[in-house]
């Protein structure tokens, strides 16, 4: 049994970002969804969905803050504990920035229509 869970690495076209706390993740795949009749269920539609990593960062003062909400074609990698690599390729920075002082840190979230999931 190996590492699940833990140590990551967030990179936004190289640079590496200090990660802090939970990161969530999506590599885009398609959703169903049932499509329900009264008699029956008649099978199910099909639609895109956009592939996404958000998480927070430590913020530090070689950030530059502006910059880093108007990204909108980057290459951005989460290396998980597991040894997977999760890549959004031509990302975009989706949310408001918003930072902490308390902790010192910012929420981000990249979102792309090209995510994937490059095993270990």
Do not use: C
Not at 27 to 51: C, F, M, S, T
Not at 59 to 75: C, G, M, R, V, W
Not at 78 to 96: C, E, H, V, Y
């Amino acid at each position: 049994m190996g590492r699940v869970g833990g140590i990551i690495t967030l990179k936004v076209n190289g640079q590496t970002f200090s990660a802090k706390g939970n990161f969530t993740y999506d590599i885009g795949e398609n959703l169903r969804k049932a499509v329900v009749g009264h008699d029956r269920v008649h099978g199910y539609n099909e639609l895109p969905k956009q592939a996404f990593i958000a998480g927070e960062i430590t913020d530090s003062a070689d950030i530059d803050t502006t910059l880093l909400a108007n990204f909108t074609a980057e290459t951005v990698t989460l290396d998980l504990a597991n040894g997977k690599t999760i890549m959004l390729r031509q990302a975009w920075f989706s949310d408001p920035l918003e930072g902490n002082t308390e902790e010192g840190n910012m929420a981000v979230r990249f979102e792309s229509a090209d995510g994937q999931e490059i095993p270990a």
